[in-house]
């Protein structure tokens, strides 16, 4: 007959349900891999600009006129899937002066998502809504 201690069994509880446990975020990086158009946000003079997402950073693809951006700039970056009930993803967001913030995104539904700056939560833009491309 086997013979498990009390230390083995604990460590195998601990990495059963703690340090080893694999992580459970309900999206990965996939997910959110292709085309999507700003639909609306708290700063208007960018909204209908487009990126393209790929990995863990986005790039913009198309900017409207009054647009302070570059097309080809890097506009998301360390795009991370987290695991919380109501956000998915955790990025740096650069601003149009080129700096950035931590935002985090909550997906909400399969073609849209909502992304918030958490640094600076009243800055323009700080609010946006995003829908994927067709």
Known sequence: MMHISKISLVLMLVCTF????????????????????????SDSRS???Q?????????LVFLPDDSEFI??????????????????F?????????????????????????LENTDFPLAPGALQYWGRKP
């Open 47 to 49: 909204d209908s600009m």
């Open 71 to 88: 097309i080809d700039e890097k506009k998301w970056f360390s795009i991370s899937p987290i695991s919380d009930n109501n956000i998915h």
């Open 18 to 41: 703690g340090a080893c446990r694999q992580n459970d975020a309900q999206y990965k990086l996939e997910f959110l891999e292709g085309d999507w158009l700003r639909l609306s946000s």
């Open 51 to 59: 990126l393209h997402i790929a990995g863990d950073s986005a790039v």
């Open 90 to 114: 955790t990025l740096k967001d650069i601003s149009a002066d080129a700096s950035f913030a931590t935002a985090q995104i909550t997906i909400t539904s399969d073609s849209s998502l909502t």
